[in-house]
């Protein structure tokens, strides 16, 4: 089955630790996008890659790092400067077309200890 | 970017018709108009997209008058099971990023 797979499902960070969150998608979309949703809000950008070796930041992207080594992955590093990083975060990947749509994973629910 | 604006929340009782609308005062020309629907602890799923005039599937509806400074999405006959998050998404697939607006929160009621 094609799709977008977001993993793990939850994850807890330590104060001051880095932790990483996968997203993987099967689609051979060229565009990937990282979103933060917090409790009963909306979605907020942090960071989008629309082609390999190439990210753009979002409107929150301070205190997170992302990578885009291959079409297929666009893995998201919340960092320890990202000092409120309890949230729901969803990944999401589009095709290029003009009346293409966004496909979203299942999303990681990132919890402080 | 096109910002949105929809009203916060909506009520509605089961059966009856709903009708969202999506304020996008600067949309640009080769904007697209597209609807998601969001479940608590879920990705947002794609209900229906359009350029202009009335689009039509399975699920919902979508008008948009020929200026296309809003849209309205249409449900018919709503169920408990269509209370969720509806966002309007408003650009270029080609052209990203895509900001979301905070969504219409609709509440179905037996």
């Known amino acids: 089955d094609g799709g977008i797979t977001q993993s793990p499902k939850y994850l807890f960070r330590k104060e001051g630790q880095n932790v990483t969150l996968s997203c993987e998608q099967n689609?051979?979309?060229?565009?990937m996008y990282w979103y933060r949703q917090d409790p009963g809000q909306g979605l907020r950008l942090i960071y989008y890659s629309q082609i390999v070796n190439d990210f753009q930041k979002g409107d929150i992207a301070e205190g997170y790092s992302v990578s885009r080594e291959k079409k297929e992955s666009f893995p998201l590093t919340v960092t320890s400067a990202q000092k409120n990083p309890t949230a729901f975060y969803l990944c999401?990947?589009?095709?290029?077309?003009?009346?293409?749509?966004?496909?979203f994973g299942s999303g990681t629910q990132l919890s402080v200890l | 970017l096109a910002k949105t604006t929809q009203p916060i929340s909506m009520d509605s009782y089961e059966g009856q018709e709903v009708n969202i609308t999506c304020s996008h005062n600067?949309?640009?020309?080769?904007?697209?108009i597209t609807w998601y629907q969001q479940f608590p602890s879920q990705g947002p799923r794609f209900i229906i997209q359009g350029y202009k005039t009335k689009v039509t599937n399975e699920v919902a509806s979508l008008f948009i008058p020929a200026d296309r400074k809003s849209s309205t999405l249409s449900l018919p006959r709503v169920s408990l099971s269509d209370t969720a998050v509806y966002y309007c998404l408003v650009g270029n697939p080609g052209n990203t990023p895509l900001v979301f607006g905070k969504g219409t929160r609709l509440s179905v009621i037996a």
């Open positions: 999401a990947s589009m095709g290029r077309g003009l009346n293409e749509k966004l496909f």
């Open positions: 689609l051979n979309h060229d565009a």
């Open positions: 600067n949309i640009a020309t080769n904007d697209y």
